[in-house]
């Protein structure tokens, strides 16, 4: 499994036991970068990924 794949992963699971509950802000970019000790793109890919699942919404 790649990064981002594990990085959407561990997001769905979260969400799913309600850790992150529903209209929840995600955590930072810098914050996943830093937990997970990966790139800025490689957290856009795992967002990018959730959204294309609609999984999470961004908003303005």
Known sequence: MKIYEQISHD???KIRIELMPQGAK???I???CNEYKCS???I???YTNLCNEH???SSP
Request: proline share 6%; no cysteine; net charge positive.
């Open 44 to 46: 856009i890919k795992a």
């Open 11 to 13: 997001i769905k699971e």
């Open 55 to 57: 999984i999470v919404y």
């Open 30 to 32: 810098t914050s996943l």
């Open 26 to 28: 995600l955590p930072s």
């Open 40 to 42: 800025k793109g490689t």
